[in-house]
């Protein structure tokens, strides 16, 4: 199948901005985005751009760790090793409560976003009008190599090889797997048979991404109206 070219794609993006702002996906319901996937895969980009095009706040819950790592004088690594749980629970209690459920249309992106239910659950909190909601998981993935190449790019990883990445990204997946076993009972947030909207962004742009999942929200909505 040929590819498009950025002309196209660039005009087809304009104008799905355009009908977006038009008739946003959705109209006034409820509407809770809740985004994660592989280390790489490009899940920042795609949710600022995404939120943009689906008139939704949205928000980062890695930001907040970063926050505090900042405030304490920590590495992100350094902070991760000495959070106990309950500060952790405490953080997961306050993106619930103060993102979530007060903004009626956002896009939370997040490793355990997906899993609110449980995570809600567990922290004994409930979700009003949740049955209500539109509610759809969006995972991005990629492969293994390709997001090793795309880390290599950032300033922090100056001087590792690739082959680096690769067993660093698998020892912290793994890592991440045991922690919200243990934290939450999550069996394995990483299970794309759990969300309702897979995408593969190995091969191709941030742009033709972001199409793809406006289309895909577009019709899944459409089919559960």
Known sequence: MTRKTTEVLSREFLELEEQSRRNPIGGSRLFKLLLAGDLNAGKSSVRSNLARFLGMKDFYVGDVFREMARN????????????DPETEKSIDRKWILEKL?????????????????????????????????IRIKLCLTVDEGVGAQRALQRPENAGKTLKQIIEESRVRMNNERKHYLDLYGIIDHTDRTLFDIVIDTTRITQQEVLQEAYYMISELVKKNE
């Open 101 to 133: 459920l007060l903004n009626r249309r956002i896009l939370i992106e997040g490793r355990i976003a997906p899993f609110v239910e449980t995570v809600a659950a567990q922290l004994g909190i409930t979700l009003p009008s949740w049955e209500k909601a």
């Open 72 to 83: 304490r004088g920590q590495t992100l690594n350094d902070f991760y090793s000495s959070l």
